[in-house]
């Protein structure tokens, strides 16, 4: 298995600013992605971020609003920008180990308060 | 549109109780069901994983029950403890895709 670890593990922002969320995985891994979980809801997946090309971005989801960088294969960030009230979340990394495993390990997440 | 549907949203259930959630999916194609376990402050992990072939599979207190016809799977946890209260999160994916489709989640709470 994989320990993943994410940075910040919370933050308060202001309206209209920006954060960058830092994920480090301990072994090289070729599927990242980045999940959101709002309040009292399911996991819906942002984007899968690939190592060496631009991220897939799922519907809903544009890469303005959520640019992703993915510069090697054990790190990737996410950035959440110009941010409202409405993006007030936790923000997940996950990976996926292991050929057809369809298992992912995540991290524990960032939780982002904006006001 | 959901693909998997989850119930409840909610579970309280006392110490030493049976704890069921359900799930229901929608495309066949799915062949692979696994249940995730989130404790407050940390990601979901991986709980345990059915595939269609089989119609129950058991890992110490926790089962899920397989229904390939009704297109249904369920989580049992026996003897539920408070150290279970977690939300849970059923999942379904297919073909070797990594990228499962989560129900809405079920936040339990095992009162002791």
């Known amino acids: 298995s994989a320990v993943i670890s994410q940075k910040p593990s919370r933050d308060i922002c202001q309206r209209g600013t920006s954060l960058t969320i830092q994920c480090q995985v301990d072994?090289?891994?070729?599927?990242m992605f980045w999940y959101r979980q709002q309040p009292g809801q399911s996991l819906t997946l942002i984007a899968t971020?690939?190592?060496?090309?631009?991220?897939?971005?799922e519907s809903g989801f544009v890469i303005d609003k959520f640019p992703i960088s993915r510069p090697n294969l054990t790190f990737s960030t996410l950035t959440v920008s110009n941010m409202s009230p409405e993006d007030s979340s936790i923000y997940l990394c996950?990976?996926?180990?292991?050929?057809?495993?369809?298992?992912?390990?995540f991290g524990a997440g960032s939780r982002l308060t904006v006001l | 549109q959901q693909q998997v549907k989850q119930s409840p949203q909610s579970l309280i259930v006392q110490k030493g109780g049976i704890s069921i959630i359900n799930c229901a999916y929608e495309?066949?194609?799915?062949?692979?069901f696994p249940w995730y376990q989130q404790f407050p402050g940390k990601g979901p992990a991986l709980l345990i994983a059915?595939?269609?072939?089989?119609s129950e599979k058991k890992e110490g207190r926790f089962t899920i029950s397989f229904n390939k016809s009704a297109k249904q799977f369920s989580l049992h946890i026996m003897d539920s403890q408070p150290g279970d209260s977690a939300t849970y999160f059923c999942?379904?994916?297919?073909?070797?895709?990594?990228?499962?489709?989560f129900g809405r989640g079920t936040s339990l709470i095992v009162h002791p």
């Open positions: 495309n066949t194609a799915f062949d692979y």
């Open positions: 971020a690939n190592q060496g090309s631009e991220a897939t971005y």
């Open positions: 999942a379904a994916s297919m073909g070797g895709s990594y990228i499962p489709t």
């Open positions: 072994s090289q891994v070729t599927m």
């Open positions: 996950s990976v996926a180990l292991g050929s057809g495993a369809n298992v992912l390990t």
């Open positions: 059915i595939r269609p072939d089989v």
